[in-house]
């Protein structure tokens, strides 16, 4: 599986604004009953426009969500950030196939016990969590968070 995200993230997928629809507002509380109500595993990524470290892990997430997109659900949250720049954001790295949500205050990390972006949350079906990844996350890493979420 390593081998796979790591040559699909590669490509490009690069799409047009005006295909990306405004993101919902979220808070802690809708996160957290999405997390309960889930059938499958979830992987949820905190980032911003603005965040460098950000974009460089967009491929791969991208390239992850286009193999693992039917058994695990992909999820960002974009955080203290605009609109516009989140949805640019998706655009630019395809991002599309994800659920995104828009946190604009940041409180949805804070009350899952993340701090800063990049994050990388893990949840076994029913909202689990079973591992946080703090910062860029590389090819390896996901995958056997991937695996782990799908052996459960």
């Known amino acids: 599986m390593f081998l796979s995200l790591l040559f699909a993230a590669c490509g490009g997928s690069t799409v047009s604004i005006t295909e990306v629809e405004p993101l919902q507002p979220t808070n802690p509380e809708a996160i957290a009953a999405l ?3 889930s ?7 905190v980032w911003a426009s603005w965040c460098v470290p950000c974009r460089s892990e967009a491929p791969l997430l991208r390239a992850a969500n286009d193999q693992f ?3 695990v659900r992909f999820i960002g949250i974009d955080v203290r950030d605009s609109q516009d720049g989140a949805r640019k954001f998706i655009a630019e790295f395809g991002l599309n ?4 949500f828009f946190d604009r205050d940041g409180s949805v990390p804070a009350a899952l016990r993340g701090f ?9 079906p029913g909202g689990e969590l079973i591992h946080l990844h703090n910062g860029v996350i590389d090819e390896r890493t996901l995958a056997l968070q991937i695996d782990e979420l799908l052996q459960r």
């Open 35 to 37: 997390l309960v109500a």
């Open 116 to 124: 800063g972006v990049p994050l990388t949350f893990f949840f076994a």
């Open 39 to 45: 059938d499958r595993p979830i992987v949820l990524n």
């Open 97 to 100: 196939g994800f659920t995104h």
């Open 69 to 71: 997109g039917q058994q």
